[in-house]
């Protein structure tokens, strides 16, 4: 496979993949000799003459003083080793440079051997225990093989040290990046963190002096579709090209299994993203000869983290998505709440408007008609009577449904006031039943009383009280023929529950759903058959709902209805 690349002029060449690039030069390991005797750099520098450690020659650095060495060290900050006199321009110059460099430089990577020829001016033990050092040696000891192998343990302790220590950084530098990935707000923000963390990663390594990692693609996968996501290097800005589209077909055939490393130049890193056994995405990097495999495996580490992360992220992003969504729905349901709201107060009020005005002629109505029964039972005019009493009752029957509608447009619009007062229960019960008697037999139905002649006082709005027991009453004997209508009651501590019990034309399962709906009844045989306006049973809810109270009903269809009325007992 052949990539080809364009250069500035405009021309391209074909980089083959499977071509082996040579591996780049390693730099040098940077040795430090600081001794006042010339002599003794001369013979430094013979007996270490071609070493090399790890495929890595050495760069010696000289110094006759240690004022000279501060100046080298301060110039040159990576060096790996240094021998070190302890007699020089003082005493105890050398053991001042290697205080000097623990301590003022906090260099604490670099080996330091002290080699003296004075043993006597700086004691073996007493200067190891005192001083940061490596190695005490003396000048005598330290001929050729000798300080071959001094040079070789004191450089492998350094790499491994050197290898520790940007294991360290770079083990930091995921667990700060991991946050950094989670709390990515967008993918565009988290692809282009997910490459300068992982490049700033590679850089970190043994051999981050060389490092040229600069240039690298994101790309994700999904459905096996393959998408370029972010660029950086020469890959920035992300353009679609033959070699973007190369590296694409090899994110592919990686992902249907196929074996790509072969085909891969050592010169190339291509990093899978998967979470539990399944490829997301792909990192490309370039320049990547130079890591090591404890290198790789720091990058598979942060590459873990950040498929774990664009999990999340896009989880994260769905969620918000649906977030958005469900708030403009709540948005529009919200004005649509507010808009039924303003034509419901202005159905109240018109109702309310219309109720009043159409009352004070119905009053002069039923009163004239009453005026003209009694006139015409005075002068014995009975032809007549039975037509006015029609009139009378038509008239007080369409007042009754104008005030239903009065009353439930006061409770639509928040207006019905609430009037306490305290009461006998027995006297009030009674008025009721004596009031409804009439209407009771009409329809060839008995009214029974069954309670307790003891009931006491209740602590409630009359009026409203009042009404709602007519309605229940009202309504039982509208829809019971030669039957019972019974009106039982009880009481705990709390409430006091009143039952009206009738044997009448019950209610079936699907009239029980719309039962308090209101301008609802039955259905459309009921209304013809019974009329009314579907409101009472909705404006008796509400009414026991403003006196705290609770409403239910028990009913089995040809077998009669129970409605039950609590209301809370209110001490005074």
Request: proline share 2%; hydrophobic share 40%.
């Amino acid at each position: 496979m052949k990539f080809v690349r364009k250069k500035q002029d405009g021309s391209k060449t074909e980089v083959k993949l499977t071509d082996k690039q040579a591996k780049l030069a390693l730099p040098p390991w940077k040795v430090l000799i600081v001794d006042d005797e010339k002599d003794v750099h001369a013979m430094t520098q013979l007996g270490l003459k071609g070493f090399g450690f790890a495929d890595r020659k050495l760069q010696i650095f000289q110094a006759l003083s240690g004022i000279e060495a501060r100046k080298i060290l301060q110039a040159e900050p990576d060096i790996a080793v240094a021998f070190i006199d302890v007699v020089m321009e003082t005493d105890d110059a050398g053991l001042k440079l290697v205080d000097f460099i623990r301590n003022e430089l906090n260099y604490s990577l670099i080996r330091l051997i002290i080699r003296t020829g004075q043993p006597g001016m700086a004691p073996e033990r007493e200067v190891i225990e005192r001083y940061d050092i490596d190695d005490y040696k003396s000048k005598t000891e330290l001929r050729a093989e000798k300080l071959y192998t001094t040079m070789r343990v004191a450089l492998k302790s350094y790499r491994d040290l050197v290898t520790l220590d940007s294991n360290r950084k770079a083990l930091k530098k995921i667990l700060e990046a991991v946050p950094v990935f989670h709390h990515a707000q967008s993918l565009n923000q988290f692809f282009n963190g997910v490459l300068l963390q992982l490049i700033g990663l590679c850089n970190l390594g043994e051999n981050c002096l060389i490092s040229t990692i600069d240039s690298g693609l994101v790309i994700t996968t999904e459905d096996h579709h393959v998408t370029v996501q972010s660029g950086t290097g020469r890959f920035a800005p992300t353009m679609k090209s033959e070699e973007v589209e190369k590296i694409r077909q090899l994110c592919l055939k990686k992902i249907a299994g196929e074996t790509i490393d072969e085909t891969l130049s050592p010169n190339i890193l291509l990093i899978p993203l998967a979470i539990n056994d399944k490829i997301i995405g792909f990192v490309y990097l370039e320049n990547a000869i130079h890591l090591t495999q404890v290198d790789l495996n720091l990058v598979n580490i942060m590459a873990q983290q950040c498929a774990s992360a664009l999990k999340n992220l896009h989880l994260y992003l769905e969620l918000k998505q649906a977030n958005e969504k469900t708030l403009q729905l709540l948005e529009i349901a919200e004005q649509a709440r507010k808009k039924s709201e303003e034509a419901n107060q202005a159905k109240s009020q018109f109702l309310a408007k219309m109720s009043h005005e159409l009352r004070t002629p119905l009053n002069a109505i039923i009163g004239y008609s009453e005026m003209l029964i009694e006139e015409s039972e005075e002068n014995k005019e009975c032809d007549c009577i039975t037509d006015i009493q029609k009139i009378e009752f038509a008239g007080k029957h369409l007042l009754e449904l104008i005030n239903d509608v009065l009353d439930f447009s006061k409770i639509e619009a928040g207006k019905m006031e609430v009037f306490l007062e305290t009461f006998s229960i027995n006297n009030v019960l009674h008025e009721i039943i004596l009031a409804m008697q009439t209407l009771a037999e009409k329809s060839e139905n008995t009214l029974v009383a069954n309670f307790d002649e003891n009931l006491g006082t209740l602590h409630t709005d009359l009026t409203k009280f009042r009404q709602i027991m007519l309605n229940l009453i009202s309504n039982a004997i509208k829809f019971t023929e030669n039957g019972t209508i019974s009106i039982e009651v009880t009481s705990d501590d709390k409430c006091i529950n009143f039952y009206i019990i009738d044997n009448g034309i019950g209610i079936t399962d699907k009239q029980k759903q719309r039962l308090f709906k209101p301008f609802m009844q039955g259905d459309s045989s009921t209304t013809r058959r019974y009329g009314g306006t579907g409101l009472g049973l909705t404006i008796t809810q509400k009414l026991v709902q403003i006196l705290d109270g609770k409403i239910g009903f028990e009913s089995e269809f040809g077998h009669g209805s129970t409605f039950i009325i609590s209301l809370p007992i209110i001490n005074l």
